[in-house]
């Protein structure tokens, strides 16, 4: 039973991805080719620089959500990748990925407004299969209840194991991905509620342009928490390499469904290289 309902949501995503790609038809490529970028508070999201594959040496990524009933929330996540590949096996190279990201929140909720830390996220992945057309990524995100008030953070640890197939397109013109990742709450503080709620993201990033970036991707949002229901997340984002070490892009972020937490998302994000 279980299985069946993935399949079909994985199924209804997809539809809804192909929805996005003709709305958002991408311009003709060229032989040039750029980087590969890779309410209540929101857990870990993938943004323009998701890439699993590829760290990043510094990113600052701004995110304004305008949430249900006049609320508010904005984020400045300041992510940190540390990435190490090894030998080759089986064809591909293998490696691990440990990647860090600290939000400075600010929520507005009714007449009140708080601004401090919110929840930590840290990942630990590792990459068994690594090579020009395809990798698969897995290992787990942990979030840490660090947030300084409570409307900035969930209050829960959690533990978050995911696996993320990813295949690279063509003459270097991108990435699609599949994200699968479950966040389950395990301690914290016992008047929140527990978290248990898997995502499930296809991506599509592809570069049009010489140093230009489209991303399209839907996100699923299971709360098993919540009689199993779901809602989704709809995405478009686009950027630029302004050098080379220095890639600029925007994306915003339209929910769907009765349990979604808002109206929209809008999210600007620098990434830094070495």
């Not at 049009?208 to 989704?232: I, M």
Request: proline share 7%.
């Amino acid at each position: 039973m279980l299985l069946a309902k993935i399949t079909r949501r994985i199924s209804a995503i997809a539809f809804a991805l192909a929805g996005v790609l003709l709305v958002f038809p991408f311009s003709s490529p060229t032989l040039a080719q750029a980087p590969q970028p890779a309410s209540q508070p929101q857990q870990p999201e993938a943004g323009v620089d998701d890439n699993p594959t590829r760290a990043v040496f510094f990113s600052v990524r701004e995110e304004y959500r305008n949430l249900k009933d006049g609320a508010w929330n904005n984020r400045l996540v300041l992510r940190k990748d540390t990435i190490v590949l090894k030998g080759k096996k089986a064809g591909g190279r293998t490696g691990y990925l440990l990647r860090t990201d600290v939000p400075i929140t600010t929520t507005h909720l009714g007449s009140e407004t708080h601004t401090g830390l919110g929840d930590i996220y840290g990942q630990a992945l590792y990459i068994p299969y690594l090579s020009r057309k395809f990798a698969f990524v897995t290992g787990t995100g942990i979030v840490l209840p660090t947030a300084t008030h409570k409307t900035l953070g969930l209050g829960k640890w959690q533990v978050a194991p995911m696996a993320v197939p990813v295949w690279f397109l063509p003459q270097k013109k991108g990435f699609f991905l599949v994200k699968f990742q479950d966040f389950i709450s395990f301690a914290g503080v016992g008047d929140r509620p527990d978290v248990h709620s898997l995502f499930i993201n296809p991506t599509l990033n592809y570069i049009p342009a010489r140093r230009w970036l489209v991303q399209a991707d839907v996100e699923s949002r299971t709360n098993w928490k919540n009689d199993n229901r779901t809602d989704f997340r709809v995405g478009f984002g686009a950027g630029k390499v302004m050098t080379r070490r220095l890639f600029i892009g925007i994306k915003c972020e339209v929910p769907m469904g009765g349990t979604r937490p808002g109206d929209w998302t809008m999210k600007v994000t620098n990434i830094f290289y070495r």
